[in-house]
């Protein structure tokens, strides 16, 4: 019975600290599926469950090349 109050109260408390690490990832893991792209997001494919794939966009003179 402790074990299970334990593992209820980890998942518990931890359900509100999701971040980008638990995000569906898309197009190569460089995307994020989301419900709508923001400004600085580009839209490059689709997701299951109606999303969007959003992809950050990089301005000309910021290359990964460098």
Same mark, same amino acid.
């Given at each position: 019975?402790?074990? @299970?109050? !334990? %593992? @209820?109260? =980890? @998942? !518990?408390? %931890? *359900?509100? *600290? /999701?971040?980008? !690490? @638990?995000?569906? +990832? #898309? !197009? +190569? %893991?460089?995307? /994020? &599926?989301?419900?709508? #792209?923001?400004?600085?997001?580009? %839209? =490059? *494919?689709? &997701?299951?469950?109606?999303? +969007? #794939?959003?992809?950050?966009?990089?301005? #000309?003179?910021?290359?990964? $090349? $460098?």
């Amino acid at each position: 019975m402790r074990t @299970f109050l !334990f %593992l @209820f109260a =980890v @998942f !518990f408390l %931890l *359900a509100p *600290a /999701r971040n980008a !690490f @638990f995000d569906e +990832k #898309c !197009f +190569k %893991l460089n995307g /994020r &599926c989301m419900n709508s #792209c923001r400004k600085n997001e580009d %839209l =490059v *494919a689709l &997701c299951q469950k109606s999303l +969007k #794939c959003c992809l950050t966009l990089q301005p #000309c003179w910021k290359s990964k $090349d $460098d």
